[in-house]
């Protein structure tokens, strides 16, 4: 591009740029009302994240609720004050200490927590112990995290977050495990039982790193198991077996009399077979079938 062609649409775009400036009704002077403020460094306090360490924490327990605050404006806050609700079926316990911050317990439903300030952009956790009490088992339970507005603080909108907890009950977990000799998947008048000459454990895993659950057994003579365990958890049976044994087709026909592992995990040196996942919820009874073909 020659050097003159260039000057040439830059004084074309100006005036434009001038015209469309005063379409607009504005002049250099006029200035939006907040510009005043905006000149201003400002915090902005916010409940970025709440959690709980534990996701389904049992009568009598007790769980801390971790919540990740922010100061996401250009200005220091000064101090924090929050506000965590204690809702019915929770009681406060001890609050931790050593954190630098210091949360008192100001009722039977509330604690109140300080810390000295957040310097703009920095991040913290406040940790808040809880202890199950008198709730039901089965449901959820809300926690609620509220920021008092602090000086100059742009938003005051984002200054309030929350969790649900829930409250583990038990449930059963129960199978029967039989040999599918003519390989169709359903259990049968005449098929056999395998034992625990064949079975050399069931264990029912407890898929969330957070959550409280499973166990395992051995299975009776005739083939049954079954496992009480905790509740409001995603859960996986595996059934290991010996090597002579592998599964029959999964789900085929009637669910009271098919079989439900639907992956063989290792062949050696023993087998390992698991069902599908599934949300195990307080009362419940569900039922793991296990057909093996040699
Ligand atoms: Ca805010
Ligand atoms: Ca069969
Ligand atoms: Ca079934």
Same mark, same amino acid.
């Given at each position: 591009m020659r050097r003159n062609s260039l000057s040439h649409s830059i004084r074309r775009i100006v005036p434009t740029t001038l015209a469309a400036f +005063? @379409?607009?009704?504005?002049?250099?002077? /006029? @200035?939006? +009302?907040?510009?005043?403020? +905006?000149?201003?460094?400002?915090p902005d306090l916010l409940v970025d994240l709440m959690t709980t360490d534990v996701l389904n924490p049992a009568e009598g327990e007790t769980f801390t609720a971790q919540i990740d605050l922010r100061n996401y404006g250009n200005g220091d806050s000064g101090p924090v004050e929050v506000t965590v609700s204690v809702p019915a079926g929770l009681r406060t316990t001890t609050p931790y200490a050593g954190s630098g911050w210091n949360?008192? /317990?100001? &009722? +039977?439903? &509330?604690y109140s927590c300080a810390y000295p300030q957040l310097l703009a952009g920095a991040r913290n956790r406040l940790n808040v112990?809880?202890?199950v009490a008198g709730a039901t088992p089965g449901t959820t339970v809300p926690i609620t995290a509220t920021i008092a507005? /602090?000086?100059?603080e742009s938003n005051a909108d984002n200054n309030t977050g929350s969790v649900t907890v829930a409250i583990s009950g038990t449930c059963v977990v129960r199978g029967v495990v039989w040999q599918d000799l003519d390989r169709d998947g359903q259990r049968e008048e005449g098929e056999p039982a395998v034992g625990p000459e064949g079975v050399l454990r069931v264990s029912l895993l407890a898929r969330q790193g957070q959550a409280i659950g499973g166990g395992s057994t051995t299975v009776n003579p005739d083939g049954t198991w079954s496992i009480t365990a905790r509740t409001e958890l995603l859960y996986q049976v595996r059934i290991e077996v010996t090597s002579q044994y592998g599964r029959t087709v999964a789900n085929v026909g009637d669910d009271a009399t098919d079989s439900d592992l639907v992956t063989t995990y290792q062949t050696e040196p023993t087998v390992l077979l698991g069902g599908t996942e599934f949300d195990a919820h307080h009362g419940g009874e569900y039922v793991v079938d296990a057909g093996l073909v040699s």
């Open positions: +005063a @379409l607009f009704g504005g002049t250099a002077a /006029v @200035l939006p +009302a907040d510009a005043v403020a +905006a000149g201003r460094t400002q949360c008192t /317990v100001t &009722s +039977a439903t &509330s112990p809880f202890e507005p /602090v000086k100059h």
